[in-house]
């Protein structure tokens, strides 16, 4: 269960996505920004087994662009060794200070996703913070892993290497190959466990493979 606060946000996710976009060659986004208007199709969480990192993947369209996949991480302190996948710093009314990471170079998103994948989980279900009024949450999109494992090794340390469109991240218990550009060409995913996301108007697509 992911506990969902009625906060403001500064810079706000699609804000701090769409500035560090141009800094990604992935991307395919201009570094002028005159690409277009950043949009969030859907998003999804994972849970953290320990509830301290907040683990939420965004599927964006820049303009006319290809859909892509940006999995982040929130931290309430900086994740040592990761300052090379430093998204931004947040302010978050409830939380306070914020550390927002590609979550490729966090061994917590890794472990979810392998887990979720090997396991066949899904995304996480959402519930309002007590005490904080506002709207229920509602999803804006899907995940679920095509395994069928009784459970997943617990990973604690990542390598990150990205080819062309493909982040490969490397956990001592196989590699998950991160999809950044959905529907393009993937280096080394042709085999293994899948984890497959739908958002509103979308089939449902393979973003994560991990190879064992």
Do not use: C
């Not at 500035?19 to 950043?38: F, I, M, T, Y």
């Amino acid at each position: 269960m992911a506990v969902i606060h009625n906060a403001e946000l500064r810079p706000s996710k699609t804000d701090a996505i769409a500035a560090w976009l141009p800094s990604q060659p992935w991307s395919g986004v201009g570094a002028d920004r005159s690409d277009g208007a950043l949009v969030a199709l859907g998003r999804f969480r994972f849970d953290d087994p320990d509830g301290e990192v907040g683990v939420e993947t965004y599927l964006v369209r820049v303009g006319d662009g290809p859909v892509l996949h940006v999995p982040l991480t929130y931290r309430g302190a900086p994740l040592p060794g990761a300052e090379g996948f430093l998204v931004t710093e947040m302010d978050h009314s409830v939380l306070g200070r914020r550390w927002v990471y590609d979550a490729v170079g966090d061994p917590v998103y890794a472990d979810v996703l392998r887990r979720a994948i090997a396991t066949g989980g899904h995304e996480a279900d959402l519930e309002a913070a007590p005490g904080e009024g506002g709207p229920a949450p509602t999803k804006e999109g899907t995940a679920v892993g095509s395994g069928s494992d009784a459970d997943s090794p617990t990973v604690s340390a990542v390598r990150v290497a990205t080819e062309g469109t493909t982040s490969t991240v490397s956990t001592g218990h196989g590699d998950l190959a991160v999809l950044r550009v959905v529907g393009a060409d993937a280096v080394g995913t042709s085999d293994g466990g899948t984890l497959t996301a739908t958002w509103a108007g979308s089939e449902p697509t393979v973003v994560a493979v991990l190879r064992t």
